[in-house]
């Protein structure tokens, strides 16, 4: 079993900058691929970016180019760096291990 805590969330203006963190702990030599997922209020929860083992990266379109994702393997942790934020970022952003370990989730809302 693997662990996971985001933190990081918050109130920005549009426009604004971010960066949420992944800790996680547990059964981590376990771990293929870390990913960033977000939940609208009323929608589905959608897959926005991952970083796997080797260190290829994926992204969601709709945040290339905006969004990075990027880890520490010394802390275990990963990051999701949010650049230009817009309304429509305004989610609860979830981390998640091997699409199976989920964390709980910190609320970003895009905002001015």
């Known amino acids: 079993q693997v662990q996971l805590v985001e933190s990081g969330g918050g109130l920005v203006q549009p426009g604004g900058s971010l960066r949420l963190s992944c800790a996680a702990s547990?059964?981590?030599?376990?771990?293929?691929?870390m990913g960033w997922y977000r939940q609208a209020p009323g929608k589905e929860r959608k897959f926005v970016a991952n970083?796997?083992?080797?260190?290829?990266?994926n992204y969601a379109d709709s945040v290339k180019g905006r969004f990075t994702i990027s880890r520490d393997n010394a802390k275990n942790t990963v990051y999701l760096q949010m650049n230009s934020l817009k309304p429509e970022d305004t989610a609860v952003y979830y981390c998640?291990?091997?699409?199976?370990?989920w964390g709980n989730g910190t609320l970003v809302t895009v905002s001015s």
């Open positions: 998640a291990a091997n699409s199976v370990n």
């Open positions: 547990g059964s981590i030599f376990s771990i293929y691929v």
């Open positions: 970083i796997i083992r080797g260190g290829s990266t």
